[in-house]
Nanobody, 124 residues
Framework: QVQLVESGGGLVQAGDSLRLSCKASGRTLTIYSKAWFRQAPGKGREFVAGITRRGGATHYADSVKGRFTISTDNANNTQYLQMNTLKPEDTAVYYC?????????????????WGQGTQVTISS
């Protein structure tokens, strides 16, 4: 089993930046793909960004491309999401996810492990 704990959410103004962190514990060597999803009120959970274990491949949703950057620090079992130029429409609960599959998927059901979520609120 793998446990994921997010941190770094908060309330900021449009145009500001935030960095989310996700610390993994347990059988972390079994993880090969990592991702961030988000869920806004009344909407489904959507893919934001993903990265392979060694950081060789990344993928971003079109809505965040050029503004968000996903990274991984395997020595510390932590993944990050650097979010710049934030917009009110980025407001959501952000979840980190991980899976033993080496393939980067964008679908919620493809990820076995999930964090509890961290709230990000962007005021206009």
């Amino acid at each position: 089993q793998v446990q994921l704990v997010e941190s770094g959410g908060g309330l900021v103004q449009a145009g500001d930046s935030l960095r989310l962190s996700c610390k993994a514990s347990g059988r972390t060597l079994t993880i090969y793909s990592k991702a961030w999803f988000r869920q806004a009120p009344g909407k489904g959970r959507e893919f934001v960004a993903g990265i392979t274990r060694r950081g060789g491949a990344t993928h971003y949703a079109d809505s965040v491309k050029g503004r968000f950057t996903i990274s991984t620090d395997n020595a510390n079992n932590t993944q990050y999401l650097q979010m710049n130029t934030l917009k009110p429409e980025d407001t959501a609960v952000y979840y980190c996810a991980a899976d033993p599959s080496p393939i980067l998927y964008t679908h919620v059901e493809r990820y076995r492990y999930w964090g509890q979520g961290t709230q990000v609120t962007i005021s206009s």
